[in-house]
């Protein structure tokens, strides 16, 4: 593989979307009462309550950022030795020594929207359809409950260790998966066959 190809994971782009326009609308709310208390266009607003209002309108605008930047910063990328997967500050290497397979999947087959919970309906309707890359693990590359912790549910492949992919190029990541596997499997056969000669010789 010569270049290195970005694969958007497409449930971050989902999940944060509805968010966009309500945090953007409660932070400019926030900071134009704020303003408004601090100039005195509010009578009877104490330091207190403008101080809350401020650090409100801090948070609701936090929300926004990670709503707008969380997706173009949550990816999944093939490499020669390994799959690369990157959300926000969280990156994983996974060798490809731990992958069992990877095969195409829907959506709903990991997730159904009948069986996931209630806060998580509308998502995995939206997702259902959605062709995916499911990688099958021998093992997790570091502890699950910290993956679980820092990461989306639809990340998982439920009781199967390993990672659901939804992503718009669903056929280009199959193909490096398959690729990048294939030629890790080669190369581990080469080295293994120069080694028993090797030893033969010795």
């Known amino acids: 593989?010569?270049?290195e190809t970005h694969y958007p994971l497409v449930v971050y782009r989902e999940w944060m979307r509805p968010l966009r326009l309500p945090a953007f609308a409660i932070a400019f709310c926030l900071a134009a009462f704020g303003l408004?208390?601090?100039a005195g266009a509010l009578p009877g607003a104490t330091p207190l309550e403008i101080i809350l209002l401020g650090a409100a309108a801090a948070a609701a605008f936090g929300l926004w950022l990670a709503a707008v930047l969380l997706p173009r910063a949550a990816f999944v990328a093939c490499r020669p030795d390994s799959v690369m997967v990157r959300i926000g500050l969280l990156q994983l290497v996974v060798s490809f020594a731990r992958v069992r397979q990877a095969r195409t999947v829907q959506h709903a087959q990991i997730h159904s929207p009948r069986s996931v919970a209630r806060s998580l309906r509308a998502l995995a309707i939206r997702l259902a359809l959605r062709q995916c890359i499911a990688l099958e693990l021998t093992s997790y590359?570091?502890?699950?409950?910290l993956l679980r912790a820092l990461t989306h549910p639809f990340f998982f492949l439920g009781d199967t260790p390993g990672f659901?992919?939804?992503?718009d190029d669903w056929m280009g990541l199959g193909r490096e998966l398959e690729q990048g596997r294939a030629s890790w499997l080669e190369k581990?056969?080469?080295t293994g066959k120069h080694?028993?000669?090797v030893e033969d010789i010795l």
């Open 1 to 3: 593989m010569a270049s």
């Open 36 to 38: 408004a208390a601090y």
């Open 141 to 145: 590359p570091t502890a699950f409950f």
């Open 164 to 167: 659901l992919f939804a992503v």
């Open 188 to 190: 581990r056969h080469a």
């Open 195 to 197: 080694r028993r000669i």
